[in-house]
């Protein structure tokens, strides 16, 4: 059964590979078919789309968007989305500008830490890219503050640490709506995260399949075999269907590779096709 990955990043949004490059690596990987899903962002989509068409890898046009449940931060893949609807769009510039009134604070703060750093260095970084987290745990490795992006994140950056700044985010309901308005269909990613929860994942589930979801990122990088046993049987039980992807970024989490994750990861292409039926209803 060739392999095929749902989940990936591109410069885009976090990720350290053009869109082209990635596709590029994902045939190496074998790699039947990819999807792009960028936080927040479809931008990466047409270069992508274009370069799928010359290397013969089927791409599917995704994003993952960041949802707040009960305090806890969520993600919501969403797959065959119409990149071009303007809702999409709209909602999108929103979410960034939001995104993006919190980095002047981080660095704000950072700088009361006695890290030197400004806002203008981290966009000038950032490039083209929307400006991230990642973006300024690079530069706070780059002046020696620390030594890697993982601690970057664990001192200063992650939720409750020293420099954390949160950001307004779209409910749960709201960020599944946003995709099935477009035409999408909407999968809750890596759900071993949401084991912060307060109450039972099964109450997640099911308030989640109520709004719209329908699948489980079942199969993923970091779940070990017991975790993605147990998610498959939780996906069987809401009817949900099983998706995989890798999470892949590039040089952000160089340990994870495209279609393969940490090695072992497998995700079927006949995962594929019950998804997208999804997506013409
Ligand atoms: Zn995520
Ligand atoms: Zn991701």
Redesign the pocket.
């Known amino acids: 059964m060739p392999r095929i990955d749902l ?1 990936t990043h591109t410069t885009a949004s976090d990720g350290s590979l053009s869109p082209t490059d990635l596709v590029q690596l994902a045939k190496q990987q074998g790699v039947a078919a990819l999807a792009i899903t960028d ?1 927040d962002s479809v931008q990466g989509l047409p270069e992508a789309i274009a370069a799928g068409a010359l290397t013969g890898v089927a791409i599917i046009p995704g994003i ?1 968007i ?1 949802c707040l449940y009960e305090e806890i931060e969520l ?1 919501i ?1 969403g797959y065959f989305i119409n990149q071009d609807d303007p809702r999409l769009k709209e909602a999108l510039t929103h979410y960034v500008s939001s995104r993006e009134d919190r980095n002047p604070k981080i660095i704000e703060r950072l700088r009361q830490l006695d890290c030197d750093l400004s806002y203008d260095e981290v966009k000038d970084f950032a490039g083209s890219a929307t400006v991230g987290r990642p973006h300024i745990a690079q530069i706070l490795v780059r002046k020696g503050y620390v030594h890697s992006v993982a601690e970057a994140f664990d001192r200063y950056l992650a939720d409750g640490a020293a420099a954390y700044v949160g950001r307004v985010l779209p409910s749960e309901s709201d960020a599944i709506a946003l995709i099935r308005d477009v035409g999408g269909v909407a999968v809750l ?2 759900p071993i ?1 949401a084991s912060r929860l307060n109450g039972p994942f099964h109450n997640l589930c099911s308030r989640l399949k109520s709004y719209g979801l329908i699948g489980l990122e079942t199969i993923y990088s970091s779940h070990t075999v017991q975790q993605t046993d147990r998610f498959r049987s939780i996906a069987r039980e809401h009817g949900l269907l099983i998706t995989g992807g890798s ?1 892949f970024h590039g040089a952000s989490k160089p340990d994870i590779l495209v279609g393969t994750g940490f090695g072992g990861l497998h995700v079927p292409a006949d995962l594929l096709e019950p998804l997208q039926e999804f997506s013409f209803r």
Do not use: N, P, Q, V
């Open positions: 989940h936080h993952e960041s993600h893949l990613a890596h995260y999470d």
